[in-house]
Nanobody, 124 residues
């Protein structure tokens, strides 16, 4: 069992930055691929970024690539999402997710543990 708790969301102006954190507890974190998904109001949850168990193979959706950076610190059992150049369309609840394997892709079904989410609101 893995418990995930996100933090770092808030209200920011367009062009600003935020860093989200996801603290993991429970079974071994360092062997799991991790990801961030987002869910905008009235829309389905969608993939944003993923990172493999050792910090390699980061992958990003086209909408966040070049602006967001996913990273992890296995010693702290934490994964991060650095978000720069934020846009109003980035407004969403951001969810952290853990996969049962060390490498995972963009599909929601590849991840079996989810946090409760943290709200990010970008004002224009």
């Amino acid at each position: 069992q893995v418990q995930l708790v996100e933090s770092g969301g808030g209200l920011v102006q367009a062009g600003g930055s935020l860093r989200l954190s996801c603290a993991a507890s429970g079974r071994t974190f360092s062997s799991n691929a991790m990801a961030w998904f987002l869910q905008a109001p009235g829309k389905a949850r969608e993939f944003a970024a993923t990172i493999s168990w050792n910090g390699g193979s980061p992958d990003y959706s086209d909408s966040v690539k070049g602006r967001f950076t996913i990273s992890r610190d296995n010693a702290k059992n934490t994964v991060y999402l650095r978000m720069n150049s934020l846009k109003p369309e980035d407004t969403a609840v951001y969810y952290c997710a853990a996969a049962p394997s060390g490498v995972a892709g963009r599909g929601r079904t590849e991840y079996n543990y989810w946090g409760q989410g943290t709200q990010v609101t970008v004002s224009s």
